[in-house]
């Protein structure tokens, strides 16, 4: 377990104890009062890995809904059980709205929504509104660690000057200068997480701290250390807010290539998928991104765009950004063509097809709809006439959301052969290709999850 150390922390430990000395001992020995603020994705199994790890653990949301479920001992999130929530319980957990409680805690991680807005620009109003929340509840020696993905800069530009100005105690953030003993301490620490991947354990993911002065990146590190195996302490704030940026960055551009190689790849009679899988037998210098059809979820569509945004203030374009969003957003349209194509070997029009979207997740295997590219093609479907079901067994009923309202129950997944086009846009583990193949009169397959199955019935795009 990794903990990071810094010289003044060992100097000053032999002599007077500093409130980071203080703070530092409560961490180390669990006594610590850890307050997360946003209760979603993110927040939730953060507040259970502390829990785990025996601290006494406040949940802060403004959502009444989900501080309800959380006080009778319910989960909101799939993959979390009732029961995880009420041991958590047995050690402290408490869900609340009051922020208050905030002057309680000792250390204070917030993990609150960053979308975009309608101009496609950083919505930051979730950060700064549980900023203005907190400040007055501030209390000298407390660390604050944000994990929102977000542009660099927005640590120290927008949520320190808030803090500074609307605490009652005239306290200021700890900077690399000598403190006077009225300060709280700030980082910056980006969740890493994968959605859906069973394969690495949410400890085992290195967690990069970036604090703004020593003393805060040494307490964000003891404190992440106490519930990962490793800590990645970096200079500032804002090198760990671009960091988070850079990994998304990477993987938004390359499923942009391999979006438009595939593109070039269906014209060319050649299979995309057959290609990526020998490419990736190679021991070093290739990494393997998948074609689909577009982006989804909370992060890849949307973080890139902070940075975008960001650089405009330094005259500065992202270009492969840019060129990536393009290629990225074109996807779904792509799919509609191809489902026009495919019904019009069955001399069919889309406008009156019916057509069944299987999985509408933005990926398999997981219970989260944000920014799926389903959504958009569901629209792209009914807008030019088709009439479009849906099954997802994890979503019974799609009602509103920030950016659709399409008010759909789902169907069942039986009697196939009444659909003209089965569209399969996310690859949920549990369907069984085969069946679907041998009922369906017509399978479009964005995801490749017919592979290995031989029908003149399947199109894949
Ligand atoms: N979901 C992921 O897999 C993932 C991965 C990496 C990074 N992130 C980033 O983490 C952050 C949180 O994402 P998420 O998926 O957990 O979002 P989410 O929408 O699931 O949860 C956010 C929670 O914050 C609450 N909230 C909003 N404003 C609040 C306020 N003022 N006070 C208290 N609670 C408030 C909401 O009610 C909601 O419960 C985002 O910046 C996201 O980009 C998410």
């Not at 000053?12 to 000395?21: E, F, G, L, M, V």
């Not at 603020?37 to 959502?63: Q, R």
């Not at 009697?415 to 846009?425: A, H």
Request: glycine share 6%; with cysteine; hydrophobic share 40%.
């Amino acid at each position: 377990m990794a903990v990071f150390a810094t010289e003044s922390f060992m100097t000053k430990s032999s002599s007077a104890q500093t409130p980071a000395d203080l703070l530092k001992t409560k961490i180390q020995q669990r006594e610590a009062r850890v307050g997360i603020i946003g209760l979603g994705y993110v927040g939730l199994p953060l507040a259970l890995l502390y829990s785990e790890e025996k601290f006494h653990v406040t949940g802060f949301d403004i959502d009444a809904r989900k501080v309800e479920t959380l006080t009778q001992g319910g989960s909101y999130i799939c993959r979390i059980v009732s029961a995880e929530i009420q041991a958590a319980q047995k050690q402290g957990f408490t869900a609340t709205s009051d922020y208050s409680q905030i002057s309680a805690m000792d250390a204070i991680i917030i993990c609150v929504p960053t979308p975009l807005d309608e101009y496609h620009e950083p919505d930051l109003s979730f950060i700064t509104g549980t900023t203005h929340s907190i400040a007055p509840h501030l209390r000298g020696g407390q660390l604050i660690v944000l994990e929102s993905t977000t542009y660099p800069g927005t640590t120290e530009e927008v949520m320190v000057p808030i803090l500074e100005k609307e605490n009652k105690n005239g306290l200021k953030a700890a900077r690399n200068a000598a403190l006077t003993g009225k300060e709280f301490f700030v980082a910056f620490s980006p969740e890493r997480e994968d959605p859906g991947n069973t394969t690495v354990a949410r400890r085992d993911i290195p967690k990069v701290v970036g604090g703004m002065n020593a003393q805060a990146s040494a307490l964000a590190a003891t404190l992440y250390g106490s519930i990962f195996n490793r800590t990645v302490p970096v200079s500032s704030p804002a090198a760990a807010e671009m960091t988070k940026l850079l990994e998304n960055i990477y993987r938004c551009v390359n499923i942009a290539l391999v979006n438009e190689l595939k593109l070039l790849s269906l014209r060319m009679g050649i299979d995309i998928w057959e290609v990526i899988e020998a490419a990736s037998t190679k021991p070093f210098g290739f990494h393997a991104f998948y074609p689909g059809p577009g982006l989804g979820g909370h992060c890849i569509p949307v973080d890139p765009f902070y940075l975008s945004w960001k650089a405009k203030e330094w005259d500065f374009r992202t270009r492969f950004i840019e060129l990536a969003g393009e290629i990225n957003t074109n996807m779904p349209y792509h799919v509609l063509a191809s489902v026009s194509s495919a019904l019009n070997t069955q001399k069919k029009s889309v406008n009156g097809a019916r057509v069944l979207v299987l999985g509408v997740a933005y990926k398999k295997d997981i219970d989260d709809l944000r920014e799926s590219p389903s959504l958009t093609i569901i629209e792209l479907l009914q807008k030019d006439g088709a009439q479009v079901s849906y099954h997802d067994p994890y979503f019974p009923f799609i009602g509103k959301g920030r950016k659709y309202n399409l008010q759909m129950k789902c169907a069942d997944l039986k009697n196939l052969g009444q659909y003209d086009c089965v569209l399969i846009v996310t690859d949920h583990s549990d369907y069984d290709y085969r069946q679907i193949v041998q009922e369906a009169q017509l399978v479009v397959d964005t995801r490749n999850a017919t592979r290995g199955i031989e029908s003149s019935k399947i199109v894949r795009c």
